[in-house]
C-alpha cells in the first residue's frame, strides 16, 4: 500500500476547480502515474471543509468501475512550513481528462459514443444510489474519460449521502447552477419528504447528454448569457428544449425522459438503463468511445 507522498513527484497540472488543484503524479518505486487531488485550507470558511470531509467519507466508501477509483487520502501531505493544510485524494488517472475537455475538442459527439457516455452515468449513479449517495454535479467536467474509453463519475466535492444527514446541515451548492434541476433551483417544486434527490442527478445527465450532441449548453442559446437569471428561466420555465430534426427517436427519448421537469414523473436510473438509446448501441458504443479517447 501507499503510505506517504513523499516517493511521488508532480509532473503536470490536470485541472483546477473549487477550493483545490489536481496534479497529474508519478509513484516512483513503481513508476505508476496517478491523478493528486490536493485541497488546501488556507484562510478556507468552514464550508470547503465541510466539503472536503464528506468528499473524503464518500471516496472511502465507494468502489465500482463508473466511479473514479481512490486509492488513498493523506491530511496535510503537502503542509510544511507555511502550516497551510491540506487534505490530498490519490486518484486513479484518467488519461483522456474530462468530457469538458473532450467537448472542446469534438463539440458534437455521435450518438454511438454519447449512448455510452450515458450508459456509464447510469450505471455510476445505479451504484451510487444504491449507496444512498447523491452525486448532486453531474457534469461535463466531473466526468472522464481513461485511455480504454471508458467514462467514470468524479468529484465529490457537493455530493450527500442521504441516510441520517439533516438536509440544512448539507453542504450547499458552490459551482455552476447550469445543470441543476428544477427542484434544486425553486425550492418550492423540492418536496423535503418525498424527493430524496435522486432525480437531480437524471436531470443532469439529461442536460450533459443534449450537449453532447447539440454542441453547446443546450438550455439557453448560444447567443444568451448563461447568468443566474436566464438560467433559472430556461431551467424552471421554458417551454421549448427540442433536440435538432437530425436526433434519432431514441436519443430524443431518452432526453425528455430526463429532462422531466416533474421529478415525480422524471424517468428513473432503472428505467433508462434499459431505455432503446442506451441498448440500441451497446454494442459499439465502446469502440467509439475509444476513438474519442485516442484522438484527444
Ligand atoms: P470543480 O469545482 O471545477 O468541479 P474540483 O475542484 O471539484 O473542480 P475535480 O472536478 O475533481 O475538482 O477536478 C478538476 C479537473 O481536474 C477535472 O475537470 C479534470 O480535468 C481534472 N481531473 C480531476 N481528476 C482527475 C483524474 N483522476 N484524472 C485526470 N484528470 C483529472
Ligand atoms: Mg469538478
Same mark, same amino acid.
Given at each position: 500500500g501507499i503510505d506517504n507522498l513523499a516517493n511521488f513527484e508532480k509532473l503536470a497540472v490536470l485541472g483546477h476547480g473549487n477550493g483545490g488543484t489536481v496534479y497529474k503524479v508519478c509513484h516512483r518505486p513503481?513508476?505508476?502515474?496517478? #491523478?493528486? =487531488?490536493?485541497?488546501? *485550507?488556507?484562510?478556507? !470558511?468552514? &464550508?470547503?471543509?465541510?466539503? #472536503?470531509?464528506?468528499?473524503?467519507?464518500?471516496?472511502?466508501? /465507494?468502489?465500482?468501475?463508473?466511479?473514479? &477509483?481512490? $486509492?488513498?487520502? *493523506?491530511?496535510?501531505? *503537502?503542509s510544511g512550513a507555511d502550516g497551510i493544510e491540506d487534505i490530498c485524494f490519490l486518484l486513479e488517472y484518467m488519461e483522456g481528462g474530462s468530457l469538458h475537455d473532450l467537448l472542446r475538442k469534438h463539440p458534437m459527439l455521435s450518438e454511438n459514443a454519447i449512448s455510452g457516455i450515458a450508459r456509464s452515468v447510469l450505471e455510476g449513479l445505479h451504484y451510487l444510489h444504491s449507496m444512498q449517495i447523491? $452525486?448532486?454535479?453531474i457534469k461535463p467536467s466531473n466526468l472522464l474519460i481513461n485511455r480504454k474509453g471508458e467514462v467514470k463519475i468524479a468529484d465529490f466535492g457537493v455530493s450527500?449521502?442521504? #441516510?441520517?444527514?439533516?438536509?440544512?446541515?448539507? !453542504?450547499?451548492?458552490m459551482g455552476t447552477c447550469a445543470y441543476m434541476s428544477p427542484e434544486r433551483i425553486d425550492p418550492d417544486r423540492w418536496d423535503g419528504v418525498h424527493s430524496d434527490g435522486f432525480a437531480g442527478d437524471v436531470?443532469?445527465?439529461?442536460?450533459?447528454?443534449?450537449?453532447? *450532441? /447539440?454542441? $453547446?449548453? !443546450?438550455?439557453? =442559446?448560444p447567443e444568451e448569457k448563461p447568468d443566474w437569471i436566464n438560467l433559472m428561466c430556461a431551467i424552471c420555465f421554458e417551454e421549448k428544449r427540442e433536440m435538432p430534426e437530425t436526433a434519432s427517436a431514441e436519443i430524443q427519448s431518452f432526453v425528455m425522459r430526463c429532462l422531466q421537469r416533474d421529478? =415525480?414523473?422524471?424517468?428513473? /436510473?432503472e428505467e433508462l438503463l434499459v431505455h432503446p438509446f442506451v441498448t440500441k448501441f451497446e454494442e459499439s458504443a465502446a469502440e467509439h468511445l475509444f476513438y474519442y479517447a485516442s484522438v484527444m
Amino acid at each position: 500500500g501507499i503510505d506517504n507522498l513523499a516517493n511521488f513527484e508532480k509532473l503536470a497540472v490536470l485541472g483546477h476547480g473549487n477550493g483545490g488543484t489536481v496534479y497529474k503524479v508519478c509513484h516512483r518505486p513503481t513508476n505508476v502515474i496517478y #491523478a493528486l =487531488k490536493v485541497l488546501r *485550507f488556507m484562510e478556507e !470558511p468552514e &464550508m470547503v471543509q465541510q466539503r #472536503a470531509f464528506s468528499e473524503v467519507e464518500i471516496l472511502r466508501r /465507494v468502489d465500482s468501475g463508473f466511479v473514479v &477509483m481512490c $486509492h488513498g487520502v *493523506f491530511e496535510n501531505g *503537502f503542509s510544511g512550513a507555511d502550516g497551510i493544510e491540506d487534505i490530498c485524494f490519490l486518484l486513479e488517472y484518467m488519461e483522456g481528462g474530462s468530457l469538458h475537455d473532450l467537448l472542446r475538442k469534438h463539440p458534437m459527439l455521435s450518438e454511438n459514443a454519447i449512448s455510452g457516455i450515458a450508459r456509464s452515468v447510469l450505471e455510476g449513479l445505479h451504484y451510487l444510489h444504491s449507496m444512498q449517495i447523491v $452525486h448532486s454535479d453531474i457534469k461535463p467536467s466531473n466526468l472522464l474519460i481513461n485511455r480504454k474509453g471508458e467514462v467514470k463519475i468524479a468529484d465529490f466535492g457537493v455530493s450527500r449521502c442521504i #441516510a441520517g444527514v439533516d438536509k440544512e446541515q448539507c !453542504p450547499s451548492y458552490m459551482g455552476t447552477c447550469a445543470y441543476m434541476s428544477p427542484e434544486r433551483i425553486d425550492p418550492d417544486r423540492w418536496d423535503g419528504v418525498h424527493s430524496d434527490g435522486f432525480a437531480g442527478d437524471v436531470w443532469s445527465l439529461g442536460v450533459v447528454v443534449m450537449e453532447c *450532441f /447539440v454542441g $453547446h449548453f !443546450p438550455l439557453i =442559446k448560444p447567443e444568451e448569457k448563461p447568468d443566474w437569471i436566464n438560467l433559472m428561466c430556461a431551467i424552471c420555465f421554458e417551454e421549448k428544449r427540442e433536440m435538432p430534426e437530425t436526433a434519432s427517436a431514441e436519443i430524443q427519448s431518452f432526453v425528455m425522459r430526463c429532462l422531466q421537469r416533474d421529478w =415525480k414523473i422524471r424517468g428513473t /436510473v432503472e428505467e433508462l438503463l434499459v431505455h432503446p438509446f442506451v441498448t440500441k448501441f451497446e454494442e459499439s458504443a465502446a469502440e467509439h468511445l475509444f476513438y474519442y479517447a485516442s484522438v484527444m
